[in-house]
């Protein structure tokens, strides 16, 4: 098992270095017992200060609708093996793997341009979700703030904000999440893909625990914010039998919404899976991997819209059955939620305001 072995990285839960695509010569170490450590792997977080002049992207999908994704930062340190957004890090001439979370760039100047993007001519307020991509609250948000800052711009303005996260830090930023649930600007999903501290520690080495992730919703729920249970990715054989428990104990907390995506495996992530789910399970590998595959039409991935984050097939279907039977039980029916997108007020928008005040 993974945990007796000497040379698993612990703290990490990528525990190689994938090829980037992008890439025509690729480092590696030859002969590495003559080196005093292996090359790249293993060491400190570094954090790369980041000036993008393009932060936001629309998006426009069938799968979630119209809406915005912004993040503060580039990779994620919480090192979560599933996540869909390792790919990404290549564009910026990283490894999905390792350096996904060992190298994280941050966006210094999120905040300033964001303000200058809300006094755009024409800036449509659909809400912005964050994070789409990588998780606003990882560990160096506690020092930067910059999600913070985020919050604190989309009060001043009344933009409407979504956030999903795996860290109950959210609960520091309380004070500004209840100003801007009193107007409807926000929403938060909780995600929480077990309550088996030993899979956690497996899956996602650097998040905070189940029991302050539920904590963190009745905090959350307490203080009037709209809050739900984001149980994904759910990955057969691993995490599946535990959903019901999951919405069951999240409903007790307070949560008034959940849902649900099936693991796929999108590009390098396949290998750094693979690799991880060896070391991890070696006894239930290879029934895992068909499983995920039955899921997606007999590969690991399927990024077509509508099937890719439900799966397909008769897993897929029993997952989705089990579902909607757990939130019908535990929560009950959903609670409509409506962003208020009426409130945005800019800079032009206060200047029209202005004029339109004189007699």
């Avoid at 019908?328 to 029916?333: A, N, P, R, S």
């Amino acid at each position: 098992m993974a945990d007796e072995d000497d040379k698993y990285l612990k703290g990490r839960g990528a525990q190689i270095n994938t090829h980037n695509r992008f890439e025509k010569q690729e480092l590696g170490a030859f002969h590495i017992e003559g080196l005093d450590e292996e090359a790249g792997l293993g060491g400190r977080t570094q954090y790369i200060p980041t000036y993008p002049k393009t932060f936001i992207n629309k998006v426009d999908s069938p799968d979630i609708g119209r809406a915005y994704s912004m993040n503060p930062y580039q990779g994620c340190e919480h090192g979560c093996l599933y996540c869909y957004a390792r790919p990404t890090h290549e564009y910026w001439g990283y490894s999905a793997g390792l350096d996904f979370e060992q190298k994280i760039l941050v966006k210094q100047n999120i905040n300033v341009a964001l303000e200058k993007q809300f006094n755009k001519k024409g800036w449509e307020p659909l809400p912005i979700m964050l994070s789409g991509n990588t998780d606003c609250y990882q560990p160096v948000e506690k020092k930067l703030k910059l999600t913070r800052g985020i919050l604190e711009t989309v009060l001043k303005y009344k933009h409407p904000v979504s956030m999903i996260t795996k860290n109950s830090l959210i609960t520091r930023d309380i004070d500004l999440l209840q100003e801007l649930a009193k107007q409807n600007l926000v929403h938060v999903m909780i995600t929480i893909t077990s309550t088996d501290e030993k899979v956690r520690l497996q899956l996602e080495p650097r998040t905070t625990t189940y029991k302050q992730r539920f904590k963190a919703v009745e905090t959350l729920s307490k203080a009037g914010i709209p809050v739900g249970v984001m149980v994904a990715p759910i990955i057969p054989a691993i995490t599946s039998f535990d959903m019901p428990n999951v919405i069951k104990t999240a409903a007790e907390h307070g949560a008034k919404t959940a849902g649900y995506t099936i693991v796929r495996l999108n590009g390098a992530i396949g290998d750094v899976f693979k690799d991880w789910l060896e070391k991890n399970y070696p006894d239930r590998a290879q029934k895992v991997w068909n499983q995920i595959k039955d899921c997606h039409g007999g590969q690991v991935n399927d990024s077509r819209y509508g099937t890719r984050m439900r799966g397909e097939g008769n897993i897929a279907e029993s997952i989705r059955t089990l579902f909607y039977i757990s939130v019908k039980k535990f929560i009950g029916e959903r609670e409509h939620f409506a962003f208020n997108t009426k409130a945005f007020t800019n800079r032009r928008n206060a200047q029209t305001s202005l004029f339109d005040d004189v007699a």
